[in-house]
Nanobody, 120 residues
Framework: QVQLVESGGALVQLGGSLRLTCVVSEKMSRFYAMGWFRQAPGDQRELVARMSTRSTYTEYAESVKGRFTMSRDDAKNTVFLQMDNLKPEDTAVYYC?????????????WGQGTQVTVSS
């Protein structure tokens, strides 16, 4: 069973920054890509960013482009989400995922989530 553990969520003010971390229990090269999703109360879970595990190719949701940066450290089996210029609408539980392109459903794993709250 693959395990993902997110951390780094917190309460921050408008315009602040946070860095989320997701540690994966296996080598990320096993997966086609890694992703970050978020879910706000009453909303569906949405993709925030996804990154190939074979290159640095990364895609972002329009709402976070220019503010969020996804990266990874293969040696530590870790992905990061640097979030800058945070807005109240970024408030959500953020989840790490191993199958953001929904390529192999049997390789879909989620972390437990980490809460990000942005106050105005």
């Amino acid at each position: 069973q693959v395990q993902l553990v997110e951390s780094g969520g917190a309460l921050v003010q408008l315009g602040g920054s946070l860095r989320l971390t997701c540690v994966v229990s296996e080598k990320m090269s096993r997966f086609y890509a890694m992703g970050w999703f978020r879910q706000a109360p009453g909303d569906q879970r949405e993709l925030v960013a996804r990154m190939s595990t074979r290159s640095t190719y990364t895609e972002y949701a329009e709402s976070v482009k220019g503010r969020f940066t996804m990266s990874r450290d293969d040696a530590k089996n870790t992905v990061f989400l640097q979030m800058d210029n945070l807005k109240p609408e970024d408030t959500a539980v953020y989840y790490c995922n191993t199958n953001p392109y929904e390529v192999k459903l049997e390789d879909t794993y989620w972390g437990q989530g980490t809460q990000v709250t942005v106050s105005s």
